[in-house]
């Protein structure tokens, strides 16, 4: 395994109490395999992938347990010095708005060139070229001049390639992707959807792709994880999320989203209700408020995270496939 | 959803409408003023009880459309009809009347109310203004909005701030219903919101819309959204029609390459479709309705353009029954079977 998190829980101190974010998240990823996290906002599939990073905002945000191995090794004991090393390196991120992690002031080859200079320890002018390459790779146009432009120079789509350029140029063994695609144009969000699937199997890098859109990480993931309230509620590979939902809530997703799949007759059935309040969670399981399919012992206590077969986990007391028969 | 009877005149119709902005770029001394073509020539008709569904990327036009069909941006050129009264020129007077009858829900159930207005302020503003009803009744008709938009009605007293976004927007949808409105222009409503939540709200709509025989402009990027609320849905590009057609016939035989494309390039819940699909991927960013590009505006994107399509604007035409595109490479065939 590349990356093995296991009972993860970081939490937020508020005015109105203590809010858990991520809330006893366990999941592994192998070598070369990308899997997709979905979940609305507030599910807490973010700060999960903040919480790798280790970049939760501190004193507000802590780790309050779990342990994350990345490569064999504990990342939640590794000091800010040595965090530093992993970060841009064996673990990049790119994020949704790509201004928030470029720096305006500085060209696209500053930027580059330093954390090649400090990752792979090439000299200023072998990082320059790698830099160039690197763009040519995710389709700048021009890439030997623009290399030299500022951030705000580059339209969104340009720029969002720019991140990738800048988050593959060490080549990591792991790439997080925090809703990437989220805020471009649907023609500019399949441009990158194809480039991150050809950048793939070019650097054998592993993916975590954070997304609300299901459709995207059908077509980008071998399997999918399904975040609500902090929980993982369900864990599979990629074809049986969506042909045998399990969770009343992947359920409950597929079932709300109009698809062009479908015949355009089919009835859209919502999710009743709101996610829950994070500082005063709902007793059992979380989304127990919601369910169609809830019973007695849903209110009562939380349902583990259980193994129905190799390779998928759905954390419910009832057995949906039965209730529909 | 069955398609409303075609009437003698549509309820809302646009003729060579075109809305521009003027934009002054540069450092001082060296300023230059560039005209922004946001809508560029618009002809639609919308019946009364249909929806018709706008879609296209940022900066086509297509909210600037829906404004200016409400005058809440002025128009340049051209003519907005609204029930037989021309809105373009419509004084302050008529303008007001007018716009009782016509609608907008905005997209950002955030930024689209006053923080410090209670619900039943916010929802009661337009009823006040209009002069439609005051005291208990406007109070009572307050909670009529909200039970019909799915809200507890006791909520008049609390301020946007305490709901979720969901109901935020239908916060929003009672506050344009309260005036009885004909026409509603829906400004991406459901993009701000969390999928679980869309599908609430767009059932809401399409609820609405048939108890209240509502008009409506559904204005959105997604195609998949439009796709299930719309009866007839308008593509546009760089501030003009590019495909017009029923929603069947659009899904089904899309005739224009940047429909196609936008259509190739909607992802799919279902790996094993995602798996073997082979997209149509446009090269490059979309233009800039600053420079707007000859002939087809669409030509510098697209992967089948010709040496006429740099040269001559195609018109939009109908190229099926009830179908209209507009490229030079899509032949007519509109005689009836």
New interface residues.
Partial sequence: MLLEVSNLTTEFGTERGVLTAVDDVSFDLAEGEAVGVVGESGSGKSVMALSIMRLVSRPAGRITSGRILFEGQDLLELDEAEMRKIRGGRIAMIFQDPMSSLNPVLTIERQMTESLELHLGLSRRQARTRAVEMLQLVGIPDAARRVDDYPHQFSGGMRQRVMIAIALSCSPRLLIADEPTTALDVTIQAQITDLVRRLRKEFSTSIIWISHDLGVVAGLCDRTIVMYAGQVVEDAPIDDIFADPRHPYTLGLLNSIPRLDRPVTTELVPIEGSPPDLVNRPSGCPFQPRCPFAVARSLEERPPLEEIRPGHRVACWVDVTKVLG | MVLPAPTEAPLVEARRLKTHFTAHRGLPFARHTTIIRAVDGVDLQIRQGETLGLVG??GCGKSTLGRSLLRLAQPTSGQVIFDGSDVTAADQDALRRLRRRMQMVFQDPYGSLDPRMTVEQAIGEPLRIHGLASGDRRRQRIRDLLGFVGLDPTVGERYPHEF?G??RQRIGIARALAVEPDFIVLDEPVSAL???????V??LLDRLREQLNLTYLFVA?D???V??ISHRVAVMYLGTFVEVAT??RL?AEPLHPYTR???????????????R?Q?M??KG??ASPAQVPFGCRFHTRCPLAIDRCRSEVPALEEKRPGHMAACHLVEAQTEKV
């Fill in positions: 990327e940022s979720s969901g109901q969390d999928v679980s939540i869309q599908a609430q767009l059932n990027h195609l998949s959204v796709r299930h929603r069947d899904y494309a936008l259509l190739s390039a909607v992802p799919v819940p279902n790996p094993a479709i995602e798996k699909r997209r991927i446009l960013d979309v």
